[in-house]
Each structure stands twice: as structure tokens, then as C-alpha cells.
């Protein structure tokens, strides 16, 4: 990481100890501590950013709590990653898959697609 946080990725792991395996993996390819954190979903959501005007737009967020909601409910682990860019986040994403997460979300990054 080069010190620029342009978002975070949160990602969804079934099991405390693969959330431990890929922070561990994070934090050898240069992630500082402070840039992955342990993270329930709703913390890591700033419900009140949520748009005030569309009200498709607030009953799709209130869907997709409601799916994290139930990750949790399983058990399942979260991190907050901290990302640099559009490939920062790609390579978290694609290491979280290869310990197993079950979802990676990304947000507040401005440049996520605008490269596809």
C-alpha cells in the first residue's frame, strides 16, 4: 500500500481462522495493521450515506444489510481492507478468494469499473 486509501473492500469469510490466514498474508505483502481490521458489516456500512431520494435505491441497500446480516448470522468473520486503486483492490479480492471468503465488497473507490 503506498499511503493513499482511495476505499475499502470488505470481505466476508466463513471461518475466524481464514479471516486471521488472509490478514496475516495482507499484512506480509505490505498492508500496514491499521489497514485491515476486523469489521462487522454494519460498522463497515455507513447506513447513513444511503441515498435519501430514491427509494428503490434504499430498499436495495436495506436487501443487501439483510443478506450481510445473514453471513454473520453464520458465523462468518469480516475485514475492512484498505485499498490504494482499482488493482490494489483486485489483488486483496483475489487473495481473500484463495482463503475462502464468500464475498468482497468493494466501496468508496471511485475508480472501481471505470477501467473495464
Known amino acids: 500500500m503506498s499511503g493513499?486509501?482511495?476505499?475499502r473492500l470488505l470481505v466476508g469469510l466463513p471461518t475466524p481462522e481464514q479471516a486471521a490466514g488472509l490478514r496475516r498474508t495482507l499484512l506480509a505483502w505490505g498492508w500496514a495493521p491499521?489497514?485491515?481490521?476486523?469489521?462487522?458489516?454494519?460498522?463497515a456500512l455507513d447506513v447513513t450515506a444511503a441515498p435519501s431520494g430514491d427509494a428503490a435505491d434504499?430498499?436495495?441497500?436495506?436487501?443487501?444489510l439483510r443478506v450481510l446480516q445473514r453471513f454473520t448470522d453464520l458465523g462468518h468473520s469480516w475485514l475492512l481492507v484498505?485499498?490504494?486503486d482499482a488493482e490494489?483492490?483486485?489483488?486483496?479480492?483475489r487473495t481473500a478468494s484463495l482463503w475462502g471468503a464468500s464475498t468482497a465488497i468493494p466501496f468508496d473507490l471511485q475508480c472501481i469499473?471505470?477501467?473495464q
Request: proline share 6%.
Open 4 to 7: 493513499t486509501t482511495e476505499g
Open 34 to 43: 491499521h489497514e485491515v481490521v476486523d469489521c462487522p458489516p454494519l460498522e
Open 58 to 64: 434504499r430498499h436495495s441497500l436495506r436487501d443487501e
Open 82 to 84: 484498505a485499498v490504494d
Open 88 to 93: 490494489c483492490a483486485c489483488q486483496a479480492a
Open 113 to 115: 469499473g471505470s477501467s
